[in-house]
């Protein structure tokens, strides 16, 4: 496995340590910021979730016929396994029955982003990146599509992730800690991410967003919206206001789902169990 030379502006970089490091920081981001969200959305300050307006346009309460998404974006995506597919619809059809209100990500749109180019820009604006992408003689979209496969990487311990907006399911990258393992045994999905940052940049695709120190350390699969508050909505003299009770039932449910996921999916003496 010949390694990409890394320019400096790779924020990616800055985080490749050895694999075990960079699993407990994929580890710890995860765990404060559930402990973060968590807080808030069992605190008495917490009023509503964050409907997502667009769902709502598009297939939910408000929906509006020929109605179109205006956000135009361009990103880097991997499609997860069938394997995890089939843990994802596991999860869904609990959350379901929990909310029937929530919007579930439909199976052929579920995906991770392994690197977001541009956000929330005009179509005339994606599809310039995109020509200068397509027409770049140095690196390819066959080339970006074909290093995941010659560089594969494993994401493990799969835990579902709740915010005001919806639900994930969140990864961490895999660990060998073997001083005789090959150099490609010490791959991790960070290191892909720094990789095809640096293949979208030899195409000389610029990249509008800006990574946080903190959004590097990140692997999720969005799996479900809040679209509407049915299912958490108490009804009081002025009308309607969320009730805390059914809000914190439900973050109790979740961490019962994750108590199964970990039991049943999570790596045990290095096996790492299919799905997880």
């Given at each position: 496995?010949?390694?990409?030379?890394?320019?400096?502006?790779?924020?990616?970089?800055?985080?490749?340590?050895?694999?075990?490091?960079?699993?407990?920081?994929?580890?710890?981001?995860?765990?404060?910021?559930?402990?973060?969200?968590?807080?808030?959305?069992?605190?008495?300050?917490?009023?509503?979730?964050?409907?997502?307006?667009i769902?709502?346009?598009?297939?939910?309460?408000?929906?509006e016929?020929?109605?179109?998404d205006?956000?135009?974006?361009?990103?880097?995506?991997?499609?997860?396994?069938s394997?995890?597919?089939?843990?994802?619809?596991?999860?869904?059809?609990?959350?379901?029955d929990?909310?029937?209100?929530?919007?579930?990500?439909?199976?052929?749109?579920?995906?991770?982003?392994?690197?977001?180019?541009?956000?929330?820009?005009?179509?005339?604006?994606?599809?310039?990146?995109?020509?200068?992408?397509?027409?770049?003689?140095d690196?390819?979209?066959?080339?970006?599509?074909?290093?995941?496969?010659?560089?594969?990487?494993?994401?493990?311990?799969?835990?579902?992730?709740?915010?005001?907006?919806?639900l994930?399911?969140?990864?961490?990258?895999?660990?060998?800690?073997?001083?005789?393992?090959?150099?490609?045994?010490?791959?991790?999905y960070?290191?892909?991410?720094?990789?095809?940052?640096?293949?979208?940049?030899?195409?000389?695709?610029?990249?509008?967003?800006?990574?946080?120190?903190?959004?590097?350390?990140?692997?999720?699969?969005?799996?479900?919206?809040?679209?509407?508050?049915?299912?958490?909505?108490?009804k009081?003299?002025?009308?309607?206001?969320?009730?805390?009770?059914?809000?914190?039932?439900?973050?109790?449910?979740?961490?019962?789902?994750?108590?199964?996921?970990?039991?049943?999916?999570?790596?045990?003496?290095?096996?790492i169990?299919?799905?997880?």
């Amino acid at each position: 496995m010949t390694p990409l030379p890394v320019s400096e502006n790779n924020p990616f970089q800055s985080l490749i340590r050895r694999p075990a490091i960079i699993q407990s920081e994929y580890e710890e981001y995860r765990e404060d910021r559930k402990e973060r969200q968590t807080d808030h959305i069992v605190s008495g300050s917490f009023h509503r979730w964050s409907l997502d307006k667009i769902l709502m346009q598009l297939n939910g309460p408000k929906e509006e016929y020929r109605f179109l998404d205006p956000r135009n974006c361009l990103c880097i995506w991997a499609r997860p396994s069938s394997q995890v597919h089939d843990l994802i619809t596991f999860v869904q059809e609990k959350l379901k029955d929990l909310v029937p209100s929530l919007w579930l990500m439909p199976p052929d749109c579920l995906h991770m982003t392994v690197l977001e180019i541009a956000y929330a820009q005009s179509e005339w604006q994606i599809e310039e990146l995109v020509r200068t992408l397509q027409s770049s003689k140095d690196v390819t979209p066959s080339d970006i599509a074909a290093y995941p496969r010659s560089h594969p990487v494993r994401l493990v311990k799969p835990m579902l992730s709740l915010d005001t907006a919806g639900l994930s399911l969140t990864f961490v990258p895999a660990v060998i800690e073997d001083e005789y393992a090959s150099p490609s045994e010490h791959y991790t999905y960070h290191h892909l991410r720094r990789d095809i940052f640096e293949l979208v940049q030899q195409a000389k695709v610029p990249l509008g967003t800006r990574y946080r120190a903190r959004d590097l350390t990140s692997a999720y699969v969005t799996i479900a919206r809040f679209i509407s508050h049915d299912g958490f909505s108490a009804k009081v003299y002025e009308g309607e206001m969320i009730d805390h009770r059914r809000v914190r039932s439900f973050v109790e449910e979740i961490d019962l789902i994750n108590m199964e996921l970990e039991n049943k999916y999570w790596p045990r003496k290095g096996e790492i169990k299919e799905g997880g």
